[in-house]
């Protein structure tokens, strides 16, 4: 989600390189806050305020989660109720956030429902833990074309204009220009399809580091790269499977560019794999990491080696949104 984009990241922080953090050896992974409006979490954002932002394929609301706890989840925007899933999220300008809205039944897509909205957080205040003045929330395009709507990064970090979106199920990245509204496949190959006869999803997580784009394909269980155009993102080159994963969803690429840290979503374990070699090391391992989704690094210097992840939790006989932080 190119959260630690250089050119959002406060400029005050000293960039500690991150390789050298990533030690062998497992981190444990404590809840910050659960959401009892959802039955889940899918996707994060981080603020460069430092707040997070979470969506859910079971609701239209997106929270804003407080990381240093003590205070309770406020949902910050509301999409129209014909959505009632939110995926894939990213900021472009600061404090406005572009997200994917679907009427989603369990792993499918209603047909026709998806739609990128913009959320601007610019007007927001916040008052006594509530929200007093709110975002600026609105449907930015339908997408009726669309199959299965699910993550979505910036084109690139000098772009203020372009996001990317996968679709799990046609298999493939799409280019939408957020002021023209210019919609278009980039990217379509076999690599994101859905090919065998696990979960049908295939492309699900992306994100860039320079001119690079990183994805996973759940179904076919690869992570992969591409190098792409930052004009058009059109795929420059080969794409070339880095690493096969026994399961791969939402991830984030380090500061330093070195490695991708994996939300191995039903198998209670983070993965970091190693963007040159391609080696896959499990870095957690935690029941309170059951049903992870996503995750993303923090963007103040306090919290820059810390990874907020969303999931899932149980709570009585039904599973709510859960937030997760570890420190690596
Ligand atoms: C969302 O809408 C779809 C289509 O109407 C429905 O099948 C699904 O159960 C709804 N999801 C929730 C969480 O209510
Ligand atoms: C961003 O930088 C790349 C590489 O220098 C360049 O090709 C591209 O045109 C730039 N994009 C924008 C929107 O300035
Ligand atoms: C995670 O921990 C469980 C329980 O200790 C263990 O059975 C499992 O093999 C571990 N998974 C990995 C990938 O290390």
Redesign the pocket.
């Known amino acids: 989600m190119a959260r630690f984009s250089s050119l959002l990241a406060s400029a005050a922080c000293v960039v500690v390189p991150l390789v050298a953090l990533v030690v062998p050896g497992?981190t444990e992974p404590t809840q910050i806050a659960t959401i009892t409006g959802t039955q889940g979490l899918e996707n994060i954002a981080v603020r460069s305020s430092g707040e997070l932002l979470v969506t859910s394929t079971t609701s239209n609301l997106i929270f804003m989660v407080f990381p240093d706890g003590g205070r309770d989840p406020v949902a910050v925007a509301e999409l129209d109720s014909s959505f009632n899933a939110t995926l894939g999220i990213a900021e472009l300008t600061r404090d406005v956030f572009y997200v994917i809205g679907a009427q989603v039944n369990g792993l499918t897509m209603i047909s026709g429902s998806a739609g990128i909205w913009k959320v601007d957080l610019r007007p927001m205040t916040l008052q006594g833990g509530a929200v007093s003045q709110p975002a600026d929330v609105s449907l930015l395009t339908a997408i009726p074309s669309a199959q299965l709507l699910n993550g979505l990064c910036r084109l690139a970090e000098n772009d203020t204009e372009h996001i990317l979106i996968s679709d799990s199920v046609a298999g493939s990245i799409s280019r939408l220009n957020v002021e023209t509204l210019e919609y278009e496949t980039v990217i379509s190959d076999e690599t994101m399809r859905v090919t065998t006869s696990s979960i049908a999803i295939g492309i699900d997580g992306i994100r860039i580091f320079q001119n690079t784009l990183y994805f996973t394909n759940i179904n076919q269980a690869l992570f992969a790269s591409v190098p792409i155009s930052l004009v058009d993102g059109t795929a420059t080159g080969p794409i070339e499977v880095i690493a096969d994963l026994?399961q791969g969803d939402d991830f984030a690429i380090t500061p330093d560019g070195q490695k991708a840290i994996v939300a191995?979503n039903g198998?209670?374990?983070l993965?970091s794999i190693d963007l040159s070699s391609g080696s896959v090391q499990?870095i957690a391992?935690?029941?309170l990491l059951s049903a992870t989704s996503s995750l993303a690094f923090g963007r103040r210097c306090a919290d820059s080696k810390s990874i907020y992840v969303s999931g899932s939790a149980s709570m009585g006989d039904t599973t709510v949104g859960s937030v997760l932080k570890l420190e690596l």
């Open positions: 497992l026994s191995q198998l209670m374990t993965a499990v391992n935690s029941t």
